[in-house]
């Protein structure tokens, strides 16, 4: 299965932002039940594993935030370790930023409307940067700028938390949609986001095109890799 260059119906200006919401709603759903945010916390437990620097208070930001689901995940496993934790949002879309504040409340978040790109933290760096199913938005050359980007940018690490490419996770998603889903968003972009994911092969020459040596891939369930690069 070659990895598909079909632009996602996500992916458009156009999308009435009730259809994005109920996207986002099953996301995390699924997020939460297949593991999802679970991979999330092991990509922060890998980082500070191989980090020299004490860990009671951490900065962490998110690249493609969405509606903030992962980021509520993040501290609450924080608050449960207690960890004092500050966390940073980044998506493009107004829509998902305004959401993620009405829904997520609390002096711990700051969000920001804007391509990820486009961020620079000179002054201060976020400890941890991640992006989780986020990449497979992008082509192969963009990711490249990508991890470059989040090496830039974050102090500790990052870690990339996204999709294998893989014939049975496909058809799998692709009827498990069907039958339970209520977005035709996800309905449509659930089975391509796989199409649109990664064999170990391919994020192992991203990684070296990108000029980053220090990085582990680790296959997770269901169908996801993590990846963490240590700085």
């Known amino acids: 299965m070659p990895r598909s260059t079909q632009t996602e ?5 156009d999308i009435p932002f009730e259809d994005i919401k ?3 709603k099953e996301l995390n759903f699924i997020n939460t039940w297949l593991g999802g945010h679970a991979i999330t916390i092991a990509g922060i437990k890998a980082i500070l594993s191989a980090s020299k620097k004490q860990h009671e208070a ?10 903030g689901d992962n980021l509520l995940a993040i501290e609450q496993w924080c608050t449960k370790n207690n960890i004092a934790v500050c966390l940073t949002g980044i998506d493009n879309k107004k829509e998902c930023i305004n959401y993620a504040k009405e829904k997520i409340a609390g002096t711990k978040y700051t969000w920001i409307h804007s391509g ?10 976020p400890d941890i940067i991640f992006a989780s199913l986020f990449c497979h938005h992008f082509s192969n050359d963009a990711l490249v700028l990508m991890m470059r ?8 690490g990052f870690f990339i938390n996204d999709l294998h490419r893989n014939t049975l996770a496909y ?5 498990l949609t069907k039958l339970l889903s209520n977005s035709y968003l996800v309905k449509n972009d659930a089975p391509l986001s796989v199409q649109r994911g990664f064999k170990k092969k ?15 891939i680790e296959w997770k369930w269901a169908f996801r890799w ?3 690069a240590n700085l």
Do not use: P
């Open 9 to 13: 119906l996500l992916d458009a200006d």
């Open 22 to 24: 109920q996207n986002m």
């Open 58 to 67: 951490l900065s962490i930001c998110e690249a493609g935030c969405g509606g």
């Open 116 to 125: 990820y790109s486009e961020v620079s933290f000179i002054h201060q760096k």
């Open 149 to 156: 980007w989040m090496q830039d940018n974050s102090s500790m």
């Open 171 to 175: 058809y799998s998603i692709k009827v």
């Open 202 to 216: 391919e994020w192992e020459i991203i990684m070296q095109r990108a000029g980053i040596h220090n990085y582990s």
């Open 226 to 228: 993590l990846i963490t």
